[in-house]
């Protein structure tokens, strides 16, 4: 049946989401949010001062305790987002061993080129997917390679299956951009020597803030190994060949944003009342849980990620899959998509859903713990009735 037959054109629905935000980052703050959660904040104050560290220290600390990070993990808070975190691990910590790099959405990607055509590292290999939707073969991992992964594509809507993949016994460090799956997702701490990730993605803190988690076999690493390239003084992580302790006390490389750091600590202490990542992955598992039922009962939606044991919680990617829409060719598709989304924003029914630019064209929403399981409800109707309007032009 073509999609004029299984969707007749629809009224507007009645109910809005209360918050139409369903962007992949930065995210929906969270619920009860407002600026008057920032009335702490240490503006105006040096980053360096007592105080200023302090909340610096905090950020680490509730870190900690809400993730569950063992205790002789290493907790820094780094500049440029999740991507000055992984390129801060890649910079630092690559070089004595070979390195295998899987990707499978457009930020994985961009690891291949910092490995292979930036630092060149020798015996480096890349394992690509063939396709969006899909994961490369987690199988070729070598135990005796550094490894470099995207734990959830952001971009995809695909993510590993879990940590078993990883050798216990590996010799390399494994190093996971983990910054679309952090508080949403189980991270098996003891499978990762280097995790990153962001304050603007699971938590819906600000852009431009990262953080990076190191294992005691990360540490040794950096303390037995000086990289034969330059590097960057943001992304250094050692003096005089010891590491450099101070960062993991809050003494950042370079100035943060103390509005930032008072908004993360509120967005933490937030997460520590639901019972740390727990909490928050419960949240998450039940907005998706909505969204797959949804996807389920209608014919012409589907997810990107074809496998239910690679399909992302957190930036749920869908396309359209009507055959006679898809017959139209991509150009038509791309158009027949932004004008989905489009008709959402223009309704205020939900913000900033769109594909990735470099992802087959669809939907992509974000519904991580600070988004309401009521707006993830709420918004369904509306992408029916935007989808038999579209349809229907």
Known sequence: MTAKNTCALRAKPVIKPQNPRFSSGPTSKRPGWSLSCLEGALTGRSHRSKEAKAQLQRVIDLSRETLGIPADYRIGITPASDT???EMALW???GPRPVDVFAWESFGKGWVSDVIDELKIPGARKFIAPRYGELPDLSQADPAHD???TWNGTTSGVRVPGGDWIPATREGLSIC??????????MPWDKLDVTTYSWQKVLGGEAQHGMIVLSPRAVERLESHTPSWPVPKIFRLTKKGKLNEGFFKGEVINTCSMLCVADMLDALEWAKSLGGC???IARTEANFGVVSAWVERTPWIDFLAKDPATRSTTSVCLVFSDPELNARGGEAMAAFAKMVTTLLAAEGAALDCGAYRDAPPGLRLWLGATVEKSDVEAVLP???WAYATAISE
Request: avoid cysteine; proline fraction near 4%.
């Open 382 to 384: 509306w992408i029916e």
């Open 92 to 94: 630092s910590l690559l």
């Open 278 to 280: 727990k909490g928050t």
């Open 147 to 149: 490894i470099v992964f």
């Open 177 to 186: 951009d983990a910054t679309s799956a952090v508080y949403a997702m189980p």
């Open 84 to 86: 000055g975190a992984v």
